[in-house]
């Protein structure tokens, strides 16, 4: 197992530093995440057809294909439903509708979540046209098949159950694991809120005072966990974060991300490809069940990047590279869920004050990965705090 991996780390750690280069060249300020992008790149070399893509072939340029795939598309309904059942001092998406930019960007009607359902011919001809995050290009019929069928609960269609908040007002934070949080003392005011999520290396022993302790939703993809567990150990990472109430949610970024959630919630060794003998228990707990377990829309991936996140790294020939960070998903996941957001631990203009994760005992600078556009993700942090949107947490 060992040396395919590291040979396809190094050839990423390439990829990056060249980018690095030519970000510098732009004369930007090419430094920086203080987020859990470290290990996510290495699941990208794994593209179906690999180097040779480049970023059309994401379908990233094809807006309008992609909108077509939509079902029904009024975006002032879903709001209206959202808005009523919000007792909110000012729900985010009627915040949304009255700003001028932000407006035509979200719609809020934009499924979040893959199931069961969304397994049809009309679906499976659209997704095999993109490459993951994207789509299905290239990977297995029947692996997808037969995950898609396991993720047919009710509750994998809905992060929460919003009946469960009649007249409320469902208020989440999103906990990324950038430096600024060290010291912070936030950790309360985190763990007030009705939903929070978290991703990648979450530390949360010894840091109970800054990130708090609860944790409802655990974003990552298979990539980014297994990695995050390596990487930050000595840190106190050893274990994926597990309670009774706590769902996972899966990014479908590979082939490996259906794999190993089939195998999660039937409660079995992983059966086949790259994690292999995987027993999934040992990540998730005890408790195998589709209920526990939820799969981002590869649509809403697609939605997000186009909209939200058009790095201009897609025109590169690192086009095929790019992908919005963890975090970056995590968070504009809530901000299509709930009805208030804030925003913890994600990078700030001020960046280079802190150390790249809230858990170094030293100060590390921030690491620049190729595949994401972390300073194209913090204007949008910006933007939005400012549009009252979201609250994001600055010092
Ligand atoms: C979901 O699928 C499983 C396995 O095929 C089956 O046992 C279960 O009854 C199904 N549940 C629903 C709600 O359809
Ligand atoms: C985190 O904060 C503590 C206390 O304020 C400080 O001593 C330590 O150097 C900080 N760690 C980093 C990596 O900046």
Redesign the pocket.
């Known amino acids: 197992m060992g040396a395919p991996r590291w040979a396809r780390l190094c050839l990423l750690l390439l990829a990056a530093v060249t980018l690095w280069v030519l970000l510098c060249g732009h004369d930007r300020d090419a430094q920086a995440s203080p987020k859990p992008s470290l290990l996510q790149q290495e699941s990208l070399p794994l593209v179906p057809g690999g180097m040779s893509r480049n970023a059309g072939s994401h379908g990233l340029s094809r807006e309008s294909s992609m909108d077509r795939g939509k079902p029904s598309s009024e975006p002032g309904k879903a709001k209206s439903t959202k808005e009523q059942a919000s007792s909110c001092p000012q729900s985010l998406t009627s915040i949304v509708k009255a700003d001028p930019r932000f407006g035509k960007l979200f719609r809020f009607h934009i499924p979040v979540l893959m199931w069961?359902r969304h397994f049809t011919q009309e679906t499976r001809d659209r997704l095999k046209e993109r490459s993951v995050p994207y789509g299905w290009q290239g990977l297995s019929d029947t692996a997808i098949a037969s995950t898609l069928?396991?993720l047919?609960?009710s509750a994998n269609s809905w992060l929460f159950d919003k009946a469960r908040f009649p007249e409320g007002c469902v208020r989440c934070a999103v906990v990324g694991n950038g430096g600024i949080l060290n010291g912070s003392r936030q950790g309360k005011e985190i763990d007030a809120h009705d939903f929070v999520f978290r991703l990648n290396g979450a530390v949360i022993k010894g840091f109970e005072d800054d990130v708090g302790t609860k944790t409802s939703f655990y974003g990552f993809t298979v990539n980014t966990m297994k990695n995050s567990l390596i990487a930050y150990r000595e840190y106190g990472f050893t274990q994926i974060p597990q309670s009774k109430d706590l769902r996972y949610i899966f990014i479908p970024s590979d082939i490996r991300d259906y794999v190993m959630l089939k195998s999660a919630i039937l409660g079995s060794r992983v059966q086949e490809g790259y994690d292999k003998g995987d027993d999934p228990r040992m990540y998730f707990g005890p408790e195998a069940s589709?209920k526990k377990f939820k799969l981002l829309h590869s649509d809403f991936i697609h939605y997000l990047t186009l909209r939200f996140l058009r790095s201009e790294i897609i025109n590169t020939q690192y086009g095929y590279l790019y992908m919005p960070s963890t975090g970056a998903l995590m968070l504009l996941t809530a901000l299509h869920t709930c009805d208030q957001v804030s925003a913890y631990g994600f990078i700030t203009d001020n960046y280079r004050k802190f150390s790249d994760h809230y858990y170094e005992r030293k100060k590390k600078p921030l690491v620049f990965y190729a595949n994401h556009d972390m300073l194209l993700e913090a204007e949008l942090w910006k933007s939005l705090h400012r549009a009252g949107i979201m609250k994001l947490y600055q010092r």
């Open positions: 069961a069928h396991l047919n609960d589709a």
